[in-house]
Nanobody, 116 residues
Framework: QVQLVESGGGSVQAGGSLKLSCVTS????????MAWYRQAPGKEEREFLS????????TYADSVKGRFTIARGKAVNTLYLQMNSLKTEDKAVYYC?????????WGQGTQVTVSS
C-alpha cells in the first residue's frame, strides 16, 4: 500500500504564495503519474490542477497555468506544488495523487485558505 502525505497548506492573503509538499512511502515517481487536485468548499468533485509524468512531462489546468508549478524535489519521494499569485477562489483542500497502472493512491489533503 502506497501512502502519500501532504503538507504546506495554510492561510495567506490574495497575491501570496504557498508551497505544498507530498511525500510518498515508497519510490513510485518512475512508474506512476503524480498529480495535484483540489476540492473547493461545497463542491463534490475534486478539480484536477497539475500532473507530472514519469518522463517529466507536465500538464496544468487552465485555472492555474502560469501561477502553479509542479516539480519533483531533490529529496527522495517528494513532490511539490509551488503556488503563486493566489486568489480567493484557490481556497480548497489540496490533494496529492499517484496515478499508477494498477491503482490510484491519494493523500489525506492539506487545507489552503486565501483571504482578500
Amino acid at each position: 500500500q502506497v501512502q502519500l502525505v501532504e503538507s504546506g497548506g495554510g492561510s495567506v492573503q490574495a497575491g501570496g504564495s504557498l508551497k505544498l509538499s507530498c511525500v510518498t512511502s515508497i519510490s513510485i515517481f518512475d512508474v506512476c503519474t503524480m498529480a495535484w487536485y483540489r476540492q473547493a468548499p461545497g463542491k463534490e468533485e475534486r478539480e484536477f490542477l497539475s500532473s507530472l509524468r514519469s518522463d517529466e512531462m507536465t500538464t496544468y489546468a487552465d485555472s492555474v497555468k502560469g501561477r502553479f508549478t509542479i516539480a519533483r524535489g531533490k529529496a527522495v519521494n517528494t513532490l511539490y506544488l509551488q503556488m503563486n499569485s493566489l486568489k480567493t477562489e484557490d481556497k480548497a483542500v489540496y490533494y496529492c495523487a499517484a496515478i499508477c497502472l494498477t491503482d490510484n493512491y491519494w493523500g489525506q489533503g492539506t487545507q489552503v485558505t486565501v483571504s482578500s
